[in-house]
């Protein structure tokens, strides 16, 4: 499975941002997908998950009511719905792929979000 990430960009305090995991290779409709960002100087942290069916989400404290994890399996494709950003949010997000929530085996190459204040 390959991903593609893509979406990210420069924007102000309090804008939006749609992310974009596109796979290739395999069908995604199997795997458990997710978010995660790694901010300068920090370690890779979870940021959002869902299941394969989508039914199931799961989010961390700090982006809890602000972002939103979606997937259209016929496309392929997770999404990851970014509003009322805040400087904190700035890292590079990785979309990932995996057998279950704790266990991911594909991983996308990144994609630069900065909030500026």
């Known amino acids: 499975v390959q991903l593609q990430a893509s979406g990210g960009g420069l924007v102000q305090a309090g804008g939006s ?3 974009s995991c ?9 795997y458990f997908m997710g978010w995660f960002r790694q901010a300068p100087g920090k370690e890779r ?3 959002a998950g869902i299941s394969w069916s ?6 961390a404290d700090s982006v809890k009511g602000r972002f939103t994890i979606s997937r259209d399996n016929a496309k392929n494709t997770e999404y990851l719905q970014m509003n009322s950003l805040k400087p ?6 990785y979309c ?3 057998s279950s929530r704790y266990t991911y085996d594909y991983w996308g190459q990144g994609t630069q979000v900065t909030v500026s204040s």
């Open 17 to 19: 941002l749609r992310l």
């Open 45 to 47: 942290e979870f940021v």
């Open 22 to 30: 596109a796979a290739s290779g395999r069908t995604l409709s199997s």
């Open 54 to 59: 989508g039914y199931s989400t799961y989010y």
């Open 96 to 98: 990932g792929a995996g």
């Open 88 to 93: 904190e949010d700035t890292a590079v997000y």
